[in-house]
């Protein structure tokens, strides 16, 4: 089914006819649905459940999306994370191929590739907000770690054709020093979620803060 492009629930629809008459069956075949993936790691090694990293370690976080049957054409990529959790340099895309050479709203290139080509996001591009692409960095110094805030909004271009596509960045986990001021304490989840087509994969890092502390001073 993968190598034909079919995903997902399908419908698979038999008829037969004699002279005017016909009678059909129909039933649905429960095929897996379009890869996409979302991995955390942390200096190089997957994190578990069981891995509770500190505040101010760097996360490593890996996005793919589809396969040689697949095309990726005008694919839209949202990409969230929770507000205890700060970008730190630019994301990377890698495209099977690109046709024709794509110029975003602020200049930024993206030239034309035959083959794998891995091209640059850089951080606070707000003029990226044109033709579907939205980039937003958040560093107001306030923190939620409830709160789902966008990393970018992407939509590809036409001319990329069938093939996997990765995306790549790096976050840093807020300090103890920026935590103190929004009440974040103990075991938190720094959590990440994209959003290609419909189709949506997560994951959750274990962040161990300080402990909240009550002081009763003696009189």
Do not use: C
Request: proline share 5%; net charge negative.
């Amino acid at each position: 089914a993968a190598a034909l492009g079919v995903y997902g629930n399908t419908t698979l629809n038999n008829t037969a006819s004699a002279g005017s008459s016909s009678d059909g069956t129909s039933g649905t075949v429960p095929y897996p649905d379009i890869p996409i993936e979302k991995e955390a790691t942390y200096n190089s090694e997957d994190i578990d459940d069981n891995s509770h990293l500190t505040p101010g370690s760097t996360i490593h976080y890996t996005i793919t999306y589809g396969g040689d049957s697949i095309s990726s054409d005008g694919v839209t990529i949202l990409d969230q994370m929770t507000d205890i959790q700060k970008l730190t340099g630019a994301v990377s895309i890698t495209l099977p191929k690109l046709d024709n050479d794509v110029t975003w709203p602020d200049g930024t290139v993206w030239t034309a590739s035959t083959t794998q080509k891995t091209y640059s996001m850089p951080i606070g591009t707000s003029a990226w907000a044109n033709d579907g692409v939205v980039w937003e960095y958040f560093s107001d110094g306030a923190y939620n770690s409830n709160e789902w805030v966008r990393v970018f909004n992407l939509k590809l271009p036409n001319g990329i054709g069938v093939g996997e596509i990765t995306v790549e960045y790096d976050v840093e986990v807020i300090s103890e020093e920026e935590v103190l001021a929004s009440g974040i304490t103990g075991l938190q989840n720094a959590q990440n979620r994209v959003y290609i087509n419909g189709k949506n994969a997560q994951t959750t890092v274990p962040v161990q803060f300080e402990e909240d502390v009550d002081h009763n001073p003696a009189l």
